[in-house]
């Protein structure tokens, strides 16, 4: 089955500064990768998410890029904000439709320093 | 819309008692979904369910028993609770169809078995 990594597990950037997050996978099926945030308590919620047949997307301050061939992918957040602190998951899947099981990373804690 | 509704929010359990996590979504999502997240770990998979009167096994099954007999609920059955069964439980649900179908977490359920 498929195996996601990530990396780091922490990370911590001054606030205002970029943040990198990298996820690699290894069933070459699969075809959708999407970014999850979760806060303290709270259940993870979809921040942004690509398709096999794109090699980036970007929603305002932040992207993910996808490199098929190495078969990883990173989400890149510009201009950190406190708010931006939680818990981020990556996730792929190769079910028909592209998203109906996931397998998730292990996750990155990531805090803003003010 | 409520979402996906989870019930109940925290509980203890002795090992070998049983019991029910409730989910419900109201958003007619034909997918639902548990996982179970385990300190520093990702979400894994136990049961999902591609519509009223279907699931099938997930990543982690063992331990766990779920039915869907409506869209709308989507229970999970633990039986005979162990120490390893301590985790905080997610439900989900999406609408499958081609190019989409973003997972909707529901707040969680924080199990401990002792």
């Known amino acids: 089955g498929e195996n996601v990594e990530q990396h780091p597990s922490t990370l911590s950037v001054q606030e205002g500064d970029s943040a990198v997050i990298k996820c690699t996978y290894s069933d070459s099926a699969s075809n959708y990768f999407p970014w999850y945030k979760q806060e303290l308590g709270k259940g993870p919620q979809l921040i942004i998410d690509i398709r096999s047949n794109v090699g980036e997307k970007k929603d305002q301050r932040i992207a993910v890029t996808l490199n098929k061939t190495a078969k990883h992918f990173s989400l890149h957040i510009t201009e950190t904000q406190p708010e931006d602190s939680a818990v981020y998951f990556c996730?792929?899947?190769?079910?028909?439709?592209?998203?109906?099981?996931?397998?998730f990373g292990t996750g990155t804690r990531l805090t803003i320093i003010p | 819309n409520a979402g996906v509704t989870q019930t109940p929010k925290f509980r203890i359990l002795k090992i070998g008692q049983s019991m029910t996590l409730q989910c419900t979504q109201d958003m007619n999502h034909n997918y639902m979904y548990w996982y179970r997240q385990d300190p520093g770990m990702g979400l894994k998979l136990i049961y999902y369910s591609v519509g009223a009167g279907i699931t099938d096994k997930g990543e982690v099954p063992n331990g766990y028993n779920v039915s869907r007999s409506t869209t709308e609920d989507f229970p999970l059955r633990l039986e005979l609770a162990a120490p390893s069964q301590t985790s905080v439980y997610f439900c989900a649900s999406s609408y499958v169809r081609q190019g989409s179908g973003e997972q909707f977490f529901g707040p969680g359920t924080r199990l401990t078995v002792l």
């Open positions: 996730a792929a899947s190769n079910g028909d439709f592209g998203n109906e099981k996931l397998t």
